[in-house]
């Protein structure tokens, strides 16, 4: 178990590196002109030209820029932004507030997705099992563009029943409609998961077993059908938590919360290296980390699965 | 079990009621001279005056500050925080300003002052993005430094000969001269933009240098100031400076709400959570009428769209050909059916927002006419094929193709619309002279004189002049225009000089911008100016 933990951290190391290298290249090969783009359609006076290109190393060679940028990192430095705000301000910003959003959508999704998967595991076809499926169905097909701002104008703007936007600094109520809409990404494929997961186990030998031997229905779903088909779940949540930070760019901007995914796209607008990439980093971080604990999980949950 | 469900979710509903009636009711005691009001806001780049040229930072520092001179309805200027404003020449101007303003920080607002910012704005080395406002002024060459091996050179480009502007002198406290290098009759309008604010000496950390953190909390000399510091991409809070010398601002207090998105902000101006939107989105321009009532409004702006012919590409040479290419444009359908409204058809190659505008200058060319069109163009040999360039980032796709599609229809001729990724793209492909056809482009003015269209649009190496247009007897009639004894004497020979546009058709007028803004019940006298800021000495609360 230690060993494979220390495999994997290594592995981390190197992945972590790979990816910002990448990340950066590709900052690099789009970045056509940032003080440009910061500027819009302006002209941009020679004199600023010359300030701004000497401020952010712009005219050094791509591997000097990046050997420039990891070496702060790695001292834990970010850098500045092209908009000339320390990029670990922007971060501590930003990751607060995402990572309540995400933790949020996460937990509704787990709630909703489980309870629903489980009763129409156990109650295949029936009225309940089907009607899942249509909604499931329905939040798959649409996309989160048109879910976010039909959610907003619906319970925000008509009924009101939740205010229209989080802003910065939100709190449980005001985050409350921004999570649903980003569960939505992942409700429905953590239903369907639970949801076979149980119809499975509902059939396997030692379920029959155990009926065999007359324990309750209740112990039967409750301690034996239940923990083992939670497995499955919950290595999928754990993603689930990975992909909903990184993926909150259009829940983030319906709603005005200034997090990690409004960062990234407002970087990327504005051909922000740093800003991306710094962004990025601890992104990658996030999903080492949360691969590594939900593997480790694994093996907590299940006892066939040992580490070597 | 199953008919548990909808009850569950029936009491789910009215518990998040009585949470949401809980949070709104609070009772509101303040009267209406001490209500704050929101104002929505996209993140601004910078809160230092001379580095401030996009309109969210103006429209903070335009509440934090008081400009030397600002403009009344008919665009002529006026004095503010400066008692007058004079010259003989038009060459050295004599500023007098009036005594009794004071920072927020109760600094007395005196010359030095206005010199040490400007000398400051004007400096190379500091970047500021609102420096070139200041070339006029004599001196300002020497501020200047050219990197000797260009941009991508090792060497890097030497400190500036001199650090401080020759054309700015001290006279007494309160007044203090400017000498430009030649003479300007506009040059009092040039003084009502940002770039032009006072700094306390408190923003200095030393001379020429300014505080790190001045901008996170700018003092100003306005009728409102900071109340704690920017709270970037969230709000920017400012109060009443209970010792402003001018005229009082009727609220207690601004907050400027830092939204990302337009849409959002219409969200919460709908949600009653934000009192003012001053641009309303297009994809809610075709409810907002019926959401808001008489508190949608629409007024002018200074926004001036239109296409230009790069003077490279010689299918477009004849004058015939961008003539007849201007009447096949039914612009009036353009901004009824793509715009809602919200932009109107232009006719002339300046912007109603100035003085000495005149309706329709342009012409015959600008009246939609495909008959004739189609028969000049044939007549003119234009090209089979036309194509325009825009920026696929602004929003440009629809009109783009709408007007491909009249000219498809209306000179039997293929269109195409190219779009690149971004602007900065666009003027490269013009750079290397590409076939890249017709081009869009737009302008917001600076300050309000046509010379602020005629220069950088139409002048030869106008600053934003991408197409490279250049006629000579243009080029001097905006000269003498600019150094004319009189603004009115200038305005006549600057129309004389868009005449000459009208005759050349160097670029095809096609729309001007309008400010379409709505507010909420609580507020009222809400009114966006032509540089799409709110005026904020007229807004009001209602209760």
């Given at each position: 178990m230690f060993r494979y933990f220390v495999r994997r951290v290594l592995q981390g190391v190197l992945t972590f590196f790979g990816a910002t290298f990448i990340v950066y290249a590709l900052m690099f090969a789009n970045q056509d002109d940032p003080l440009q783009a910061l500027a819009g359609e302006r002209p941009l006076p020679e004199n600023v030209r010359q300030a701004l290109t000497e401020r952010y190393h712009l005219d050094d060679p791509f591997i000097l820029q990046y050997g420039h940028y990891m070496r702060g990192l790695l001292t834990g430095d970010f850098g500045i932004s092209?908009?000339?705000?320390?990029i670990s301000e922007m971060m501590a910003q930003a990751w607060p507030v995402t990572i309540r959003l995400a933790v949020f959508a996460i937990i509704i999704s787990a709630l909703v997705a489980v309870t629903a998967g489980i009763v129409s595991g156990i109650r295949r076809g029936g009225i309940f099992d089907t009607t899942t499926l249509v909604i499931t169905l329905i939040l798959l097909s649409l996309p989160i563009v048109v879910l976010a701002p039909l959610a907003q104008l619906l319970?925000?703007?008509?009924?009101?029943?939740?205010?229209?936007t989080a802003g910065a600094e939100p709190g449980f109520y005001q985050l409350m409609l921004p999570a649903m809409v980003l569960s939505c990404l992942v409700i429905a494929t953590q239903i369907r998961v639970t949801r076979a997961s149980v119809a499975e186990n509902l059939r396997s030998d030692y379920v029959r077993t155990a009926r065999a031997k007359g324990l309750a229905n209740r112990r039967v779903i409750g301690v034996h059908v239940l923990r083992n088909s939670l497995i499955p779940v919950v290595t999928l949540i754990g993603v689930d938590l990975g992909n909903l930070m990184a993926g909150a760019i259009v829940t983030e901007g319906v709603f005005n919360i200034p997090g990690v995914g409004f960062n990234l796209f407002r970087g990327i607008r504005t051909e922000d290296g740093p800003l991306v990439v710094g962004f990025v980093s601890v992104l990658v971080i996030v999903f080492l980390v949360v691969n590594l604990v939900v593997d480790l999980l694994y093996a907590v949950l299940d006892p066939r699965i040992r580490y070597e | 079990m199953r008919g548990q469900f909808p009850l569950k979710m029936a009491v789910g509903a009215t518990a998040i009621m009585l949470l949401a009636a809980g949070c709104s009711g609070?009772?509101?005691?303040?009267s209406a001279a001490d209500a704050v009001i929101s104002i929505g806001l996209g993140e601004?780049?910078?809160?230092i005056p001379s580095n401030t040229t996009e309109s969210n930072g103006a429209e903070v520092l335009a509440a934090l500050f008081t400009p030397l001179i600002d403009f009344d309805a008919d665009n002529k200027p006026y004095t503010v925080a400066a008692e007058s404003v004079e010259s003989t020449d038009n060459k050295v101007w004599t500023i007098k300003l009036k005594d009794g303003y004071t920072f927020h920080n109760g600094e007395k607002v005196v010359a030095d002052n206005y010199i040490n910012a400007w000398n400051h704005a004007a400096y190379?080395?500091?970047?500021?993005?609102?420096?070139?406002?200041?070339?006029?002024?004599?001196?300002?060459?020497?501020?200047q430094s050219k990197d000797p091996d260009g941009e991508e050179g090792p060497q890097k480009a030497p400190d500036p000969?001199?650090?401080?502007?020759?054309?700015l002198k001290k006279v007494d406290d309160l007044t203090f001269t400017v000498t430009l290098s030649e003479p300007f009759s506009g040059w009092r309008s040039v003084m009502?933009?940002?770039?032009f604010y006072p700094l306390p000496n408190?923003?200095?950390?030393?001379?020429g240098v300014l505080k790190e953190d001045y901008e996170q909390a700018p003092i100003g000399n306005g009728p409102f100031k900071m109340?704690?510091?920017?709270?970037?991409d969230s709000k920017i809070e400012t109060e009443a400076?209970?010792?402003?010398?001018?005229e009082k601002p009727k609220v207690g207090g601004v907050t400027y709400k830092i939204y990302q998105e337009q849409t959002a902000q219409y969200a919460d101006l709908m949600g009653g959570a934000?009192?003012?939107?001053?641009q309303i989105p297009i994809e809610n321009l075709a409810s907002a009428p019926a959401d808001l009532g008489d508190r949608f409004k629409t007024g002018p702006n200074s926004v001036f769209q239109f296409v230009g012919f790069?003077?490279?590409?010689?299918?477009?040479?004849k004058v015939e050909v961008r003539k007849a290419i201007s009447m096949a444009i039914n612009r009036k359908e353009i901004t009824d059916n793509v715009f809602r409204g919200s932009q109107s058809p232009a006719t002339?190659?300046?912007?109603?927002?100035?003085?000495?505008y005149r309706e329709n200058s342009c012409g015959a060319p600008c009246t939609y006419d495909p008959a004739k069109a189609k028969a000049d163009y044939e007549a003119a040999g234009g090209p089979k094929q036309i194509k325009i360039t825009y920026n696929?980032?602004?929003?440009?796709k629809a009109w783009v193709d709408a007007t491909c599609n009249q000219l498809k229809t209306n000179l039997g001729v293929d269109c195409v619309g190219v779009g690149e990724p971004k602007f900065a793209d666009l003027l490269t492909k013009v750079e290397k002279k590409e076939d890249v056809g017709m081009i869009r482009l737009g302008w917001i003015m600076?300050?309000?004189?046509?010379e602020n269209y005629l220069g950088p649009?139409?002048?030869?190496?106008?600053?934003?002049n991408y197409y490279g247009y250049s006629n000579p007897e243009f080029d001097n009639l905006v000269k003498q225009g600019s150094a004319a004894p009189t603004e009115d004497e200038a305005i006549k020979l600057w129309q004389q000089a868009e005449d000459i546009l009208a005759r050349d058709m160097p670029v095809i007028p096609l729309r001007l911008g309008q400010n379409v803004y709505g507010h909420s019940e609580?507020?009222?006298n809400v009114e966006v100016d032509k540089f799409q800021k709110v005026e904020i000495l007229k807004i009001e609360a209602t209760s």
């Open positions: 092209l908009t000339n705000r320390p319970f925000g703007v008509q009924l009101k029943w939740f205010p229209a | 609070g009772g509101d005691e303040t601004p780049q910078h809160l190379g080395p500091n970047g500021n993005g609102g420096s070139y406002f200041f070339e006029r002024i004599e001196g300002y060459k020497d501020l000969a001199a650090k401080t502007m020759t054309g009502g933009y940002t770039v408190a923003a200095f950390a030393s001379e109340k704690g510091t920017w709270q970037h400076y209970a010792d402003y010398a001018g934000l009192d003012v939107v001053t790069p003077t490279f590409l010689p299918q477009y040479s002339s190659f300046v912007s109603p927002a100035v003085a000495g696929a980032d602004g929003g440009h600076d300050y309000p004189l046509m649009l139409y002048g030869t190496g106008g600053s934003s609580r507020v009222k």
